[in-house]
């Protein structure tokens, strides 16, 4: 059993804010829209809620449920209610946290130095902004600087632990970045060809969807809820029996959904009032933000484009805070060496996993072009997320739900949601969670699971 000095939420709010804190980060902000410009927009943007509804939630809800029920890390959850053998789907979700975060670092340096460019720097000066930020991303000493700063920030932040450090941070920041995109959306609708950007957001064109839609959302889907890992195992374990795990989810579920909405919804007009692609990958947030804080004017420009990047920096810090949490809390309960050493030697060690990554982005040619599939080259940054990510998080859900269902029992699952919470068994939450949990989540996870290794790696197209 846990030792009663790990630490604990102080209540449903600071759960809900710290969870909500690790699922509203980079994912929403930055991935959501490019993903969603890759992949035809408003239809991209359908079959993603389905993916929430559907999926997220459910295994959301699982994987909460798993860590109060035990009280544990992700290994030690799936050693106690289950065998060895299961243990190892804790271990794959810490290896995919770790892979995870050192990509994820690498993406927050970025924005780490958009901030410090215009706050302090001249980017606001940058006449081409797609230049700008392919030569940046390739700049080693910058890239070295600004993520080492940022693995650094969210070490002392997490040697901290619970109470002290991630949920202070989180209550403070999460309502700020809401009010800022608010503002930017207001903003972006008043610029010209706007309504082309939000046609393209809102309205579907069912053509557009294919099982790269499907298998494309779903990543997404779990990136942006932080789940396939034991993110939320971890964070469960801290939450005490009082709270409700149904009503957590839903606020955690919704919030995310609609910071991602919101991101979008900010973009895409932004992005065609500038005559640009929606397809432009990675870069798009990058590319298309900046060139409208230039045109604000010099001193507008610097304030709010700092204070967007700032924001997008804390967004970013919360996430990190929360994956950084997950093979802290693993040392911490099964080697039991003193938290702040962990905290450290795990930081720098994924720092140094993570610059194989940081140099794929143009810097060193044969880690630009690691490896063709999907008929493209692809970076080990590509390659990372790819594997952890996309392929390895839905991995992770599905052996959550498999779990639950075959072996734990959705009678003891919903045994441990109903403590202190009895309204829970007569609940359609609770019918909802026992049809996905069972037969469609499983269904579902296991058919783009197959497809998706076929399609992605091998080339084989079933459908
Ligand atoms: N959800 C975060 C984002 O959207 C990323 C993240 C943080 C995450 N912690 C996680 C993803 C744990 C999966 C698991 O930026």
New binding site residues.
């Given amino acids: 059993m846990a030792g009663a000095n790990r630490g604990a939420f102080s209540g449903k709010i600071g759960f809900v804010a710290a969870a909500a804190g690790?699922?509203?980060?980079?994912?929403?902000i930055?991935?959501?829209p490019y993903e969603a410009g890759q992949h035809g927009g408003a239809a991209f943007l359908l079959v993603y809620l389905v993916c929430i509804i559907l999926i997220g939630y459910p295994v959301m809800s699982g994987e909460i449920t798993l860590g109060r029920n035990t009280g544990t890390n992700p290994y030690n959850a799936y050693k106690k209610l289950g065998s060895k053998a299961w243990s190892f789907v804790g271990i794959w979700g810490i290896i995919?946290?770790i892979m995870?975060?050192s990509v994820?670092n690498v993406v927050a340096g970025w924005a780490f130095n958009y901030f410090i460019g215009i706050s302090f720097g001249n980017l606001l000066q940058v006449e081409d902004y797609g230049a700008y930020f392919t030569a940046s991303t390739a700049d080693v000493s910058d890239n070295f600087v600004y993520s080492f700063g940022f693995m650094v920030i969210t070490a002392v932040i997490v040697s901290r632990g619970i109470k002290g450090g991630i949920e202070k941070a989180s209550k403070i920041l999460m309502p700020l970045l809401f009010a800022l995109l608010l503002g930017l959306i207001v903003y972006s609708f008043t610029l010209p060809n706007a309504m082309e950007g939000i046609k393209y957001y809102l309205i579907p064109d069912f053509s557009l969807i294919n099982v790269e839609t499907i298998y494309s959302a779903l990543g997404q889907a779990?990136?942006?809820?932080?789940?396939?890992?034991?993110?939320?195992i971890t964070y469960g374990s801290y939450l005490n029996k009082k709270n409700s795990i149904t009503e957590a989810a839903k606020l955690v579920t919704i919030t995310?959904t609609l910071v991602?909405f919101l991101a979008g919804l900010m973009i895409f007009p932004l992005v065609f009032s500038q005559g640009q692609s929606p397809s432009a990958g990675p870069g798009l947030v990058f590319v298309a933000l900046p060139g409208i804080f230039h045109d604000m004017g010099p001193l507008t420009g610097r304030i709010v484009g700092s204070g967007f990047f700032l924001l997008l920096c804390f967004?970013?810090l919360t996430?990190?805070i929360?994956?950084l949490e997950?093979p802290a809390t693993f040392l911490v309960d099964e080697k039991k060496w003193p938290r702040k050493t962990i905290v450290w030697l795990s930081a720098l060690t994924i720092f140094i996993i993570g610059l194989p990554s940081m140099l794929s982005q143009g810097a060193v040619d044969s880690l630009t072009n690691f490896l063709f599939y999907e008929g493209q080259s692809k970076s080990v940054f590509d390659f990372v997320f790819d594997v952890f990510?996309d392929t390895g998080?839905p991995l992770g859900g599905l052996l959550l739900v498999i779990f639950i269902s075959r072996r734990w029992g959705m009678k003891k699952f919903n045994e441990e949601i109903a403590v202190e919470n009895p309204r829970y068994i007569n609940s359609i939450t609770k019918s909802f969670l026992n049809i996905t949990i069972r037969y469609l989540s499983p269904l579902i996870l296991g058919t783009i699971f197959i497809v998706t290794v076929l399609q992605k790696f091998f080339n084989v197209h079933i459908f």
């Fill in positions: 690790s699922a509203v980060g980079l994912g929403n930055w991935r959501f995919c946290g995870f975060l994820y779990f990136f942006s809820l932080s789940l396939g890992m034991g993110a939320l995310d991602a967004a970013a996430s990190t929360s994956l997950i990510s998080l």
